[in-house]
Structures are given as C-alpha cells and as structure tokens.
C-alpha cells in the first residue's frame, strides 16, 4: 500500500470546512466514489483502489479554524506521478469562498 498525505489550516469553522469537503467530493467522483467512513469528523472515499481520507479538527491554536488533513492510500503504485494532493485542498478552500459569497 502507498500512502501520501497533506495538510493545512482551513479559516473556517469544521461544520464549513466539511461541507466543502462533501461539495469538493461529489463534483469530483460524482458517480464513482463510494462514501466508506462519514462521522462528522473523518470521510473516507474509496474511488476505484484509492481511498481518500479527509481527517477534519478544531484548530486548539486558532479559534474558529480548522485543521483539515487529506491523505491518499492506493493499493498499487503504478509509477505514475504522486496525486496533487495540494490541489484538491485548495478546491476546498475555493469551495468554502465561494459558499459565503452573497
């Protein structure tokens, strides 16, 4: 198994930063991700023989953020190139601008 991850801190309260998540997720495998793990804290996706973990927790250092952790698990490595992991945290961030805009 070949595991990557990335992380960063959302200034977004969770509630926000999973909704985000959950809107991110559907656009992208609408149709061909099946939602193994959803607890309001931890989403797992398994996408074909990928599982994406979105790991989700109040920032203790930052009141009102969250600490969004993204970590990507694949059964066989292909020798293709590493997921952009980033990527898709940014598409959360977007996802969270777009979703106060009036």
Do not use: C, K, N, Q
């Not at 149709?31 to 979105?54: F, L």
């Amino acid at each position: 198994m070949w595991t990557r991850s990335a992380e960063r801190l959302v200034a977004a309260e969770p509630a926000a930063v999973r909704a985000a998540v959950t809107a991110v997720a559907a656009r992208l495998w609408a149709g061909r991700a099946t939602t193994v793990v959803d607890d309001g804290r931890v989403i797992v996706h398994a996408v074909g023989e990928v599982w994406v973990t979105w790991e989700l927790a109040a920032a203790t250092d930052h009141a009102g953020w969250t600490r969004l952790r993204l970590v990507h698990d694949e059964i066989d490595d292909d020798g293709g190139p590493a997921p952009e992991l980033v990527v898709l945290l940014d598409l959360v961030g977007r996802e969270l601008v777009e979703a106060i805009r009036p």
